[in-house]
């Protein structure tokens, strides 16, 4: 029997938490965005952008591909607590060995490159992370599915992150300490992580790590997460290069609030990872299947109407969070709005059917020619469109990954595509453009428009999927009726 305080909360519980938690992710940078971007100008928040792309590989490296294997993996004998401190001995261990090489390379690059001179103190803050997430063993709290630990540490050091913003970056020049701020916001709950994994399990460092078992699936994920972090920064990390910090600076608003929105869809997929890899490893098929199918279900009533609602209001998204400095991304917004589809559908093929049958390599192969595709792009329509060109082809290469993933997952798990599912949804989304179209023609300022925009166009798109029977949107409409009756 399961220990009370390792039992694992449903998955209507853990979505929601991990919702919230991306929710912030919206919230907390529309609060600092505004100021940072307009503190820090283009080109202060251009070398920031510029510094976190170079650091995104070494934090990439030091990972290996770890994360998500461990979550997988441990979710299969996380009810052994023998087998699971075994695993996590050798995970760990590996971990510590891979952070210790990653920092060699980051220094070596430092002290030998002229481009990054005048980055260097910039480029060591932003490189924290990379020691705090190997200690912090996050993967443990998501094996476990603790996700209301998980979001109260997140939400706690976002509002410390926001204070120590509005204290610590005052000038154009406070990047580094904008990079100091980010870093708290993004990796400073893994010090805490340190002494709170201990009710699962004990960090140690040993001599027994047990290569022949973890280090295949854990490279195969390594070289698929060096290949879909070269689509996603060589972006940014080209336009340095090729145009200048600027066009990085106005390249990089577009991205942030793709990101953010994007992270925000994933959080239902990526929470169910660790209980679809637990009854797969059981033995339990049918639960996944149907699981599989509502989360499916799920991230298209969702992801499409975020389509359409991002494009129609990308003008005063961009006005709002960044200045009228940037209003030259609004088109590489508008791209970007499109490849938040395929984006956030390629994380469910992965994270939901590819990555629990243990396909690697398929991921690997489809994020390696997704890389390429994007790399030669760049190459030849950033020095003609700049950051446009850059959103060009993210889009390309996210709609490419998306197609392999597809193919290859139809021998694994048949999705079933509800007709209904696609009217309501289709309907909902006329809906949303016809809101949007006419509130932005009666009203002149951009926030009223936005929350206007959301104020009508959420209810009505919802409203809708009630009228169509989206089956995801009434079994939820069911239990809250349900739930009104016995209060």
Request: aromatic share 12%; net charge positive; glycine share 4%.
């Amino acid at each position: 029997m399961e220990d009370k305080k390792h039992r694992i909360k449903s998955i209507k519980v853990n979505a929601a938490l991990n919702v919230m938690k991306q929710l912030c992710k919206v919230l907390f940078p529309l609060i600092t965005m505004p100021y940072v971007t307009r503190v820090l100008q283009t080109s202060g928040y251009g070398k920031y952008n510029f510094g976190s792309s170079i650091v995104s590989y070494f934090i990439l490296l030091a990972g290996l591909g770890i994360n998500d294997y461990a979550i997988r993996e441990g979710a299969r004998v996380r009810n052994d607590k023998k087998k699971f401190q075994t695993f996590t001995d050798e995970v760990f261990t590996i971990n510590v060995l891979s952070t210790i090489v990653s920092y060699a390379i980051l220094f070596a690059l430092l002290l030998f490159s002229k481009k990054l001179l005048d980055y260097r103190l910039l480029i060591i803050v932003q490189s924290i992370p990379i020691i705090l997430n190997t200690v912090g063993c996050d993967w443990i709290n998501s094996v476990y599915e603790d996700f209301l630990y998980i979001t109260i540490r997140y939400i706690a050091m976002q509002i410390l992150s926001v204070v120590l913003l509005f204290v610590l970056v005052r000038t154009a020049d406070d990047y580094v300490m904008y990079a100091l701020v980010t870093t708290i916001a993004s990796a400073g709950g893994n010090i805490l992580n340190v002494f709170y994994v201990r009710r699962y399990v004990h960090l140690r460092v040993t001599k027994k790590l047990n290569l022949k078992q973890h280090i295949k699936p854990i490279m195969m994920l390594f070289f698929n997460t060096i290949a879909s972090t070269i689509y996603v920064n060589s972006d940014t990390t080209m336009l340095g290069y090729l145009q200048n910090e600027d066009a990085v600076g106005i390249y990089g608003l577009a991205t942030k609030i793709y990101l953010v929105i994007k992270q925000l869809l994933n959080a239902i997929v990526m929470v169910a990872l660790p209980r679809l890899s637990a009854y797969l490893g059981s033995g339990d098929e049918e639960k996944y299947r149907v699981l599989t199918n509502k989360i499916f279900s799920t991230v298209c009533t969702l992801v499409v109407p975020a389509v359409f609602g991002m494009f129609m209001l990308s003008d005063e998204i961009v006005v709002i969070i960044g200045g009228a400095e940037y209003t030259s991304g609004v088109i590489a917004l508008k791209i970007l709005s499109f490849a938040l589809f395929f984006s956030v559908l390629s994380v469910f093929y992965c994270c939901a059917i590819l990555l629990p049958f243990k396909q690697e390599k398929i991921c690997l192969m489809a994020s390696s020619i997704s890389a390429l595709v994007n790399v030669v792009l760049n190459f030849g329509l950033i020095p003609i469109i700049s950051y446009n060109g850059a959103a060009v082809t993210t889009l390309i290469s996210e709609a490419l990954i998306l197609v392999i993933y597809i193919i290859s997952s139809r021998k694994l798990v048949k999705l079933k595509i509800d007709f209904r599912l696609v009217i309501s949804i289709v309907t909902g989304c006329m809906a949303i453009m016809l809101v949007c179209f006419g509130i932005k023609h009666l009203i002149s300022d951009d926030i009223i428009i936005i929350l206007t925009s959301l104020i009508v166009a959420v209810p009505t798109y919802f409203l809708l999927q009630i009228v169509f029977k989206n089956e995801i949107v009434m079994g939820y409409y069911m239990e809250l009726k349900k739930g009104r009756k016995h209060e």
